[in-house]
């Protein structure tokens, strides 16, 4: 059974950083791509990183391109995603999701990714 598990969201102010961390189970996870993705209240879930199953391939949306890094720890089964410079906007539920139809070039696209986690809150206030 494949599990995909979020932490470390929580409330910060603007300028503010987080850590987020993913750990996955089940399957090799060194072998397949692992995304983050967030839906803010009132919004559709809307791409936010992406890493290749090395962690030499990553890929970010506009809006957190400078601000977040996504990293992978394979030793430890673990994805992360460094915030900083958080802003209001930024405001959501973080998911972490496993592709394991993509080893080389990460996907922004939800429907590639086979597994999900119940993901974590992370709120920014002004």
């Known amino acids: 059974q494949v599990q995909v598990v979020e932490s470390g969201g929580g409330s910060v102010q603007a300028g503010g950083s987080l850590t987020l961390s993913c750990a996955g189970s089940?399957?090799?996870?060194?072998?397949?791509?692992m995304g983050w993705f967030r839906q803010a209240p009132g919004k559709e879930r809307e791409f936010v990183a992406a890493?290749?199953?090395?962690?030499?391939?990553?890929d970010y949306a506009d809006s957190v391109k400078g601000r977040f890094t996504i990293s992978r720890d394979n030793t430890r089964n673990t994805v992360y995603l460094q915030m900083n410079s958080l802003k209001p906007e930024d405001t959501a539920v973080y998911y972490c999701?496993?592709?394991?139809?993509?080893?080389?070039?990460?996907?922004?696209?939800?429907?590639?990714?086979?597994?999900w986690g119940q993901g974590t809150q992370v709120t920014v206030s002004s």
């Open positions: 999701a496993a592709d394991f139809g993509k080893v080389w070039d990460p996907s922004r696209l939800q429907y590639e990714y086979d597994y």
């Open positions: 089940g399957r090799t996870f060194s072998s397949y791509a």
């Open positions: 890493i290749n199953w090395s962690g030499g391939n990553t």
